[in-house]
């Protein structure tokens, strides 16, 4: 069975603090990785990763691809309260997007 | 910045009844999805829609279940005789092709009394 796991479950770190979430997937159809942070309401998009070791970055945000050990990191660093969200990981598998349990993630000031 | 749009923002509803859940899609997408959130749950994956017919379906979505692309814009849900269980928040997602990523509408909270 097609599963996403994502670990920790919840997180709670101090402001200016880097923190890495981790994604693991074992799905039959590959086709790529996403992460969306989602705050109240719908996720919003933050990176897709289809390669491996290829690392995207988006301000204080990065996240790598292992497709090897199956497995993706989002690391956020100089944390500030507005990265507080549900960082959620989901795997593109053809016609569906699987997705695990999300990191709640905290930032305390 | 074109965006997924969905209405209405919260539905509440007689267990029993019928529901439509409406979204409008990125006008040049191609590929469509419903999915759902229970309180406190992950995101599941309801169904996906391409060239006028679902592609794939969840065993979630069952009979009670059906989608629909009446126009050339709008893509909806609806749920024929609704449970306590369907209350969650519904989001709807479309993206250009498969290689794309798949954008996500503001939802609507479905709440079933």
């Known amino acids: 069975e097609d599963k996403v796991v994502q670990s920790p479950l919840s997180l709670v770190v101090h402001e200016g603090d880097t923190v890495t979430l981790n994604c693991s997937y074992e799905?039959?159809?590959?086709?790529?990785l996403l992460w969306y942070k989602q705050e109240k309401k719908a996720p919003t998009f933050l990176f897709m990763l289809?390669?491996s070791g290829i690392e995207k970055k988006s301000g204080r945000l990065s996240s790598i691809l292992d497709k090897k050990e199956l497995f993706s990191i989002l690391n956020i660093t100089a944390t500030q309260t507005g990265d507080s969200a549900v960082y959620l990981c989901?795997?593109?598998?053809?016609?569906?997007?699987?997705w695990g349990a999300g990191t709640k993630l905290i930032i305390k000031p | 910045e074109p965006e997924v749009t969905q209405t209405p923002s919260h539905q509440v509803t007689q267990m029993g009844q019928e529901v439509i859940l409406r979204c409008v899609p990125i006008?040049?997408?191609?590929?469509f999805y419903w999915y759902r959130q229970i309180l406190g749950q992950k995101v599941e994956f309801l169904v996906s829609?391409?060239?006028?017919?679902?592609?794939?379906k969840s065993e979630i979505f069952d009979d009670q279940f059906s989608v629909e692309r009446p126009d050339g814009s709008n893509f909806t849900l609806k749920i024929r005789s609704t449970k306590l269980e369907d209350s969650a928040m519904y989001f709807c997602?479309?993206?250009?092709?498969?290689?794309?990523?798949?954008?996500f509408g503001p939802g609507t909270r479905l709440t079933v009394l």
């Open positions: 997602a479309s993206r250009r092709d498969v290689t794309d990523t798949q954008y």
């Open positions: 006008s040049n997408h191609l590929y």
């Open positions: 829609f391409y060239n006028n017919e679902i592609s794939e």
């Open positions: 799905v039959t159809n590959f086709r790529s």
């Open positions: 289809t390669s």
């Open positions: 989901a795997v593109d598998s053809n016609y569906q997007l699987i």
